[in-house]
Protein backbone atom coordinates (compact mmCIF):
# COMPACT_ATOMS: atom_id res chain seq x y z
CA UNK A 1 0.00 0.00 0.00
CA UNK A 2 1.49 3.73 -1.55
CA UNK A 3 1.84 6.51 1.56
CA UNK A 4 -1.32 8.51 0.00
CA UNK A 5 -3.12 5.11 0.22
CA UNK A 6 -2.47 4.07 3.73
CA UNK A 7 -3.26 8.49 4.94
CA UNK A 8 -6.83 7.56 3.04
CA UNK A 9 -7.56 4.51 4.82
CA UNK A 10 -6.30 5.56 8.63
CA UNK A 11 -9.47 7.80 8.50
CA UNK A 12 -11.58 5.31 7.14
CA UNK A 13 -11.05 3.05 9.90
CA UNK A 14 -10.92 5.43 12.32
CA UNK A 15 -14.70 6.46 11.33
CA UNK A 16 -15.66 3.12 10.96
CA UNK A 17 -14.87 2.52 14.69
CA UNK A 18 -16.24 5.89 15.57
CA UNK A 19 -19.60 4.73 14.10
CA UNK A 20 -19.22 1.26 15.07
CA UNK A 21 -19.00 2.19 19.08
CA UNK A 22 -21.77 5.07 18.67
CA UNK A 23 -24.22 2.53 17.23
CA UNK A 24 -23.58 0.29 20.24
CA UNK A 25 -24.57 3.13 22.57
CA UNK A 26 -28.40 2.55 23.03
CA UNK A 27 -28.54 5.81 24.25
CA UNK A 28 -26.91 7.88 22.26
CA UNK A 29 -29.45 6.10 19.38
CA UNK A 30 -32.22 7.30 21.51
CA UNK A 31 -31.17 10.29 21.61
CA UNK A 32 -30.40 10.82 18.07
CA UNK A 33 -33.91 9.53 17.67
CA UNK A 34 -35.51 12.13 19.66
CA UNK A 35 -33.51 14.80 18.10
CA UNK A 36 -34.43 13.62 14.51
CA UNK A 37 -38.09 13.28 15.39
CA UNK A 38 -38.22 16.87 16.62
CA UNK A 39 -35.97 18.39 13.62
CA UNK A 40 -38.35 16.62 11.17
CA UNK A 41 -41.58 18.09 12.95
CA UNK A 42 -39.69 21.39 12.73
CA UNK A 43 -38.93 20.98 9.11
CA UNK A 44 -42.09 19.59 7.48
CA UNK A 45 -44.06 21.99 9.51
CA UNK A 46 -45.18 23.88 6.80
CA UNK A 47 -45.93 20.55 4.38
CA UNK A 48 -48.16 18.64 7.26
CA UNK A 49 -51.81 19.45 7.53
CA UNK A 50 -52.46 20.73 10.65
CA UNK A 51 -54.45 23.98 11.48
CA UNK A 52 -52.80 27.09 11.15
CA UNK A 53 -51.07 27.96 14.71
CA UNK A 54 -52.04 31.97 14.68
CA UNK A 55 -55.77 30.84 13.88
CA UNK A 56 -58.20 31.61 16.55
CA UNK A 57 -61.70 30.52 17.90
CA UNK A 58 -64.05 31.50 20.63
CA UNK A 59 -66.03 28.37 20.33
CA UNK A 60 -62.95 26.35 21.14
CA UNK A 61 -61.49 28.28 24.07
CA UNK A 62 -59.47 26.16 26.31
CA UNK A 63 -60.68 22.85 24.69
CA UNK A 64 -59.32 19.86 26.57
CA UNK A 65 -57.59 16.96 23.99
CA UNK A 66 -60.12 15.66 22.28
CA UNK A 67 -60.23 14.34 17.89
CA UNK A 68 -60.42 17.54 16.94
CA UNK A 69 -58.08 19.12 19.40
CA UNK A 70 -55.21 16.59 20.05
CA UNK A 71 -53.56 18.42 22.37
CA UNK A 72 -56.50 20.54 23.13
CA UNK A 73 -56.60 24.23 22.30
CA UNK A 74 -54.96 27.47 24.40
CA UNK A 75 -56.50 30.49 25.97
CA UNK A 76 -58.03 32.30 22.73
CA UNK A 77 -58.70 28.87 20.65
CA UNK A 78 -55.62 27.91 18.98
CA UNK A 79 -54.72 24.45 18.40
CA UNK A 80 -51.78 23.60 20.85
CA UNK A 81 -50.76 20.61 18.11
CA UNK A 82 -50.28 22.92 15.78
CA UNK A 83 -48.24 25.79 17.87
CA UNK A 84 -46.02 22.92 19.21
CA UNK A 85 -44.76 21.77 15.63
CA UNK A 86 -44.35 25.61 14.48
CA UNK A 87 -42.91 26.28 18.17
CA UNK A 88 -40.01 23.49 17.33
CA UNK A 89 -38.71 25.93 14.64
CA UNK A 90 -37.95 28.53 16.69
CA UNK A 91 -36.73 26.51 19.60
CA UNK A 92 -34.64 24.41 17.40
CA UNK A 93 -33.49 26.98 15.34
CA UNK A 94 -32.57 29.24 18.58
CA UNK A 95 -30.69 26.07 19.92
CA UNK A 96 -28.70 25.72 16.45
CA UNK A 97 -27.89 29.23 15.71
CA UNK A 98 -26.78 30.58 19.33
CA UNK A 99 -24.28 27.62 19.31
CA UNK A 100 -23.00 28.63 15.76
CA UNK A 101 -22.33 32.05 16.61
CA UNK A 102 -20.31 30.61 19.94
CA UNK A 103 -18.48 28.40 18.01
CA UNK A 104 -17.50 31.13 15.17
CA UNK A 105 -16.82 33.73 17.80
CA UNK A 106 -15.12 31.38 20.65
CA UNK A 107 -13.24 28.87 18.49
CA UNK A 108 -10.96 31.58 16.72
CA UNK A 109 -10.46 33.29 19.63
CA UNK A 110 -9.29 30.23 21.90
CA UNK A 111 -7.25 29.12 19.06
CA UNK A 112 -4.88 32.58 18.55
CA UNK A 113 -4.63 32.12 22.87
CA UNK A 114 -3.64 28.62 23.04
CA UNK A 115 -1.40 28.80 19.65
CA UNK A 116 0.47 31.86 20.53
CA UNK A 117 0.41 31.99 24.16
CA UNK A 118 2.48 34.67 26.27
CA UNK A 119 0.80 37.87 26.56
CA UNK A 120 -2.31 37.20 24.08
CA UNK A 121 -3.03 33.77 25.90
CA UNK A 122 -2.74 35.93 29.46
CA UNK A 123 -5.24 38.76 28.02
CA UNK A 124 -7.80 36.18 26.22
CA UNK A 125 -7.84 34.03 29.21
CA UNK A 126 -8.38 36.66 31.94
CA UNK A 127 -11.33 38.41 29.82
CA UNK A 128 -12.65 34.73 29.57
CA UNK A 129 -12.65 33.83 33.46
CA UNK A 130 -14.19 37.43 33.93
CA UNK A 131 -17.43 36.02 31.27
CA UNK A 132 -17.64 32.65 33.32
CA UNK A 133 -17.89 34.47 36.44
CA UNK A 134 -21.51 35.75 35.22
CA UNK A 135 -24.18 32.53 35.50
CA UNK A 136 -25.03 31.44 31.88
CA UNK A 137 -28.60 32.85 31.88
CA UNK A 138 -28.38 35.92 33.93
CA UNK A 139 -25.55 37.13 30.97
CA UNK A 140 -28.05 35.73 28.33
CA UNK A 141 -30.81 37.75 30.04
CA UNK A 142 -29.00 41.06 30.05
CA UNK A 143 -27.68 40.69 26.57
CA UNK A 144 -30.95 39.80 25.54
CA UNK A 145 -32.96 42.91 27.39
CA UNK A 146 -29.90 45.58 25.96
CA UNK A 147 -30.44 44.07 22.43
CA UNK A 148 -34.28 44.27 22.87
CA UNK A 149 -36.81 41.91 23.02
CA UNK A 150 -36.89 39.44 19.24
CA UNK A 151 -36.02 36.22 18.52
CA UNK A 152 -32.94 36.99 16.70
CA UNK A 153 -31.63 38.99 19.45
CA UNK A 154 -32.28 36.23 21.69
CA UNK A 155 -30.15 33.76 19.89
CA UNK A 156 -27.08 36.60 19.68
CA UNK A 157 -27.54 37.24 23.04
CA UNK A 158 -27.46 33.40 23.96
CA UNK A 159 -24.77 33.02 21.55
CA UNK A 160 -22.41 35.28 22.88
CA UNK A 161 -23.21 33.85 26.57
CA UNK A 162 -21.84 30.32 25.59
CA UNK A 163 -18.86 32.07 23.64
CA UNK A 164 -16.67 31.14 26.74
CA UNK A 165 -16.92 27.76 27.27
CA UNK A 166 -15.88 27.35 23.49
CA UNK A 167 -13.10 30.07 23.97
CA UNK A 168 -11.16 27.90 27.40
CA UNK A 169 -12.48 24.39 25.54
CA UNK A 170 -10.42 25.05 22.28
CA UNK A 171 -7.53 26.99 24.47
CA UNK A 172 -6.97 23.49 26.12
CA UNK A 173 -7.13 21.68 23.24
CA UNK A 174 -4.57 23.64 21.16
CA UNK A 175 -2.22 23.87 24.09
CA UNK A 176 -1.99 20.07 24.49
CA UNK A 177 -1.70 19.64 20.36
CA UNK A 178 0.77 22.60 19.49
CA UNK A 179 3.51 20.29 21.43
CA UNK A 180 3.38 17.17 19.23
CA UNK A 181 6.00 16.15 16.79
CA UNK A 182 4.00 16.81 13.90
CA UNK A 183 3.53 20.33 14.35
CA UNK A 184 7.10 21.43 15.21
CA UNK A 185 8.01 19.18 11.97
CA UNK A 186 5.67 21.84 10.40
CA UNK A 187 7.50 24.59 11.78
CA UNK A 188 11.08 23.40 10.81
CA UNK A 189 10.04 23.43 6.98
CA UNK A 190 8.57 26.85 7.48
CA UNK A 191 4.90 26.82 7.04
CA UNK A 192 3.34 30.13 8.35
CA UNK A 193 1.37 30.00 11.66
CA UNK A 194 -1.71 30.25 9.55
CA UNK A 195 -1.19 27.39 7.76
CA UNK A 196 0.21 25.26 11.02
CA UNK A 197 -3.12 26.28 12.93
CA UNK A 198 -5.44 25.57 10.11
CA UNK A 199 -4.05 22.24 8.54
CA UNK A 200 -2.60 20.80 11.53
CA UNK A 201 -3.93 21.83 14.58
CA UNK A 202 -7.44 23.00 14.27
CA UNK A 203 -8.74 19.17 12.79
CA UNK A 204 -7.48 17.38 15.63
CA UNK A 205 -9.18 19.64 18.20
CA UNK A 206 -12.81 19.70 16.43
CA UNK A 207 -14.37 16.38 17.92
CA UNK A 208 -14.57 17.62 21.18
CA UNK A 209 -15.40 20.95 20.07
CA UNK A 210 -18.45 19.13 18.01
CA UNK A 211 -19.39 17.07 21.29
CA UNK A 212 -19.75 20.55 23.42
CA UNK A 213 -21.59 22.10 20.48
CA UNK A 214 -24.20 19.21 20.93
CA UNK A 215 -24.33 19.30 24.83
CA UNK A 216 -24.19 23.75 24.81
CA UNK A 217 -27.84 23.26 22.29
CA UNK A 218 -29.47 21.41 24.72
CA UNK A 219 -28.64 24.69 27.10
CA UNK A 220 -29.44 27.17 24.16
CA UNK A 221 -32.82 25.41 24.33
CA UNK A 222 -33.63 26.50 27.49
CA UNK A 223 -31.95 29.71 27.47
CA UNK A 224 -34.68 29.99 24.86
CA UNK A 225 -37.55 29.16 26.45
CA UNK A 226 -36.64 30.81 29.27
CA UNK A 227 -35.80 34.60 27.17
CA UNK A 228 -39.13 33.50 25.58
CA UNK A 229 -41.00 33.07 29.14
CA UNK A 230 -39.70 36.33 30.25
CA UNK A 231 -40.92 38.19 27.10
CA UNK A 232 -37.35 38.77 25.53
CA UNK A 233 -37.49 35.79 22.68
CA UNK A 234 -39.74 34.94 20.71
CA UNK A 235 -42.89 37.65 19.84
CA UNK A 236 -46.18 36.72 20.56
CA UNK A 237 -48.53 35.59 18.62
CA UNK A 238 -45.57 33.41 17.33
CA UNK A 239 -45.41 30.46 18.38
CA UNK A 240 -42.53 29.50 20.77
CA UNK A 241 -42.31 26.83 23.73
CA UNK A 242 -41.17 29.15 26.21
CA UNK A 243 -43.82 32.01 25.51
CA UNK A 244 -46.69 28.90 25.86
CA UNK A 245 -45.57 28.33 28.63
CA UNK A 246 -45.68 31.61 29.95
CA UNK A 247 -49.39 32.10 29.02
CA UNK A 248 -50.16 28.59 30.31
CA UNK A 249 -49.21 29.68 34.16
CA UNK A 250 -52.20 31.21 33.94
CA UNK A 251 -54.40 28.65 33.42
CA UNK A 252 -52.91 26.05 35.38
CA UNK A 253 -55.83 25.23 37.25
CA UNK A 254 -58.55 25.04 34.38
CA UNK A 255 -56.17 23.64 31.13
CA UNK A 256 -53.49 22.31 32.36
CA UNK A 257 -52.53 20.95 28.88
CA UNK A 258 -51.39 24.04 28.33
CA UNK A 259 -48.31 23.82 30.43
CA UNK A 260 -48.15 19.57 29.65
CA UNK A 261 -46.82 19.55 25.84
CA UNK A 262 -44.13 22.55 25.48
CA UNK A 263 -43.04 21.50 28.99
CA UNK A 264 -43.08 17.90 27.85
CA UNK A 265 -41.44 19.00 24.44
CA UNK A 266 -38.62 20.73 26.17
CA UNK A 267 -37.54 18.06 28.59
CA UNK A 268 -37.46 15.47 25.71
CA UNK A 269 -35.40 17.76 23.66
CA UNK A 270 -32.96 18.57 25.89
CA UNK A 271 -32.67 15.17 27.43
CA UNK A 272 -32.33 14.14 23.40
CA UNK A 273 -29.22 16.04 23.05
CA UNK A 274 -27.69 15.75 26.25
CA UNK A 275 -27.39 11.34 25.55
CA UNK A 276 -26.60 12.35 21.64
CA UNK A 277 -23.69 14.33 23.25
CA UNK A 278 -23.01 11.92 25.61
CA UNK A 279 -22.82 9.43 22.78
CA UNK A 280 -20.86 11.50 20.81
CA UNK A 281 -18.09 12.37 23.36
CA UNK A 282 -17.60 8.08 24.05
CA UNK A 283 -17.24 7.27 20.56
CA UNK A 284 -15.01 10.34 19.65
CA UNK A 285 -12.62 9.30 22.87
CA UNK A 286 -9.37 8.19 21.25
CA UNK A 287 -8.68 6.10 24.79
CA UNK A 288 -11.93 4.55 23.67
CA UNK A 289 -10.37 3.37 20.34
Not at 16 to 45: E, P, T
Not at 243 to 251: C, E, G, H
Request: include cysteine; charged fraction near 15%.
Amino acid sequence: MTAAETSLALPARSQARVWSKFRRNRSALVGACIVGFFGLLALLAPLLPIADPLATSWSAIRKPPSLEYLMGSDEIGRDILSRMIWGAQASLLAGVISVVIAMLTGVPIGLIAGYFGGWTDTVISRFTDALLAMPFLIMAIALAAFLGPSLSNAMIAIGLSAMPVFIRLTRGQVLSVKTEDYVEGARAVGLGHLDIMRRYILPNVVPPIIVQATLTVATAIIAEASLSFLGLGQQAPAPSWGSMLNVAKNFLGQAPWMAIWPGAAIFLVVIGFNLLGDGLRDALDPREH
